[in-house]
């Protein structure tokens, strides 16, 4: 799933937050500028959609810091700033886009369109480990290449975990992005879908060899 973040602390957050996910994105909104910076290295968006009037950190501080990190995310600024010296000075440091306030849903969602066209975000990958393949774009799995089925929770948690690229991913991080917990959460889902994810996909289920438990921390998948 494409990943958007939002840098605004106006009401108009909840709005793009809404609108966004009806079109099928992961949003993460931050309310000021601090928040917005290490939102933006933690949770690597492949859109920034940013105000430049915040607080604590102003929009261009930001877009600049991140620039200068080498961090090459498509960005967007949206802002009620429209004088041509702030759009000029947003595009050298390195925005891709300028939208000003107010306007039209449909435009902001073509230009998201748009960007993540030219940047090759939107795109979906694909992943291999052992004899399992997975094609985001079809939303298939194959196991030895017969298609697996898998429930729609079993494939964005195998997503999420192949994103990752090998690392681990928390238990809180997988409650989030799969299920859309906000805060810490006791639940056996997650176990659940992991043991179902390995008695469709691992040789062994029992003893696994790529869907990985890291003890009280959460899983990785290992090639």
């Given amino acids: 799933?494409?990943?958007?973040?939002?840098?605004?602390?106006?009401?108009?957050?909840?709005?793009?937050?809404?609108?966004?996910?009806?079109?099928?994105?992961?949003?993460?909104?931050?309310?000021?500028?601090?928040?917005?910076?290490?939102?933006?290295?933690?949770?690597?968006?492949?859109?920034?959609?940013?105000?430049?009037?915040?607080?604590?950190?102003?929009?261009?501080?930001?877009?600049?810091?991140?620039?200068?990190?080498?961090?090459?995310?498509?960005?967007?600024?949206?802002?009620?700033?429209?004088?041509?010296?702030?759009?000029?000075?947003?595009?050298?440091?390195?925005?891709?886009?300028?939208?000003?306030?107010?306007?039209?849903?449909?435009?902001?969602?073509?230009?998201?369109?748009?960007?993540l066209r030219r940047s090759g975000a939107g795109r979906a990958a694909s992943w291999r480990f052992g004899d399992v393949e997975l094609r985001e774009a079809t939303r298939t799995v194959l196991r030895r290449g017969r298609a697996v089925e898998l429930t729609p929770k079993e494939f964005d948690l195998l997503c999420a975990l192949l994103r990752a690229g090998g690392a681990v991913v928390p238990r809180g991080e997988l409650l989030r992005q799969v299920w859309g917990y906000r805060s810490a959460a006791v639940t056996r889902t997650l176990d659940t879908h992991v043991a179902e994810l390995r008695r469709k996909l691992e040789p062994e289920p029992a003893a696994p060899r790529h869907i990985l438990t890291v003890r009280k921390i959460g899983y990785r998948v290992a090639p």
């Fill in 1 to 115: 799933m494409t990943r958007v973040l939002v840098i605004e602390d106006s009401e108009l957050a909840d709005g793009l937050r809404a609108n966004l996910e009806a079109e099928g994105f992961e949003v993460e909104v931050a309310g000021d500028g601090r928040k917005g910076l290490a939102r933006a290295r933690d949770f690597e968006p492949d859109l920034l959609i940013l105000d430049l009037m915040l607080p604590d950190l102003d929009g261009l501080q930001i877009l600049r810091t991140l620039r200068k990190e080498g961090r090459t995310l498509a960005v967007l600024v949206l802002t009620a700033r429209g004088q041509e010296s702030d759009k000029v000075l947003a595009l050298k440091l390195g925005a891709d886009d300028y939208l000003t306030k107010p306007f039209g849903v449909l435009e902001l969602l073509a230009r998201v369109e748009a960007l």
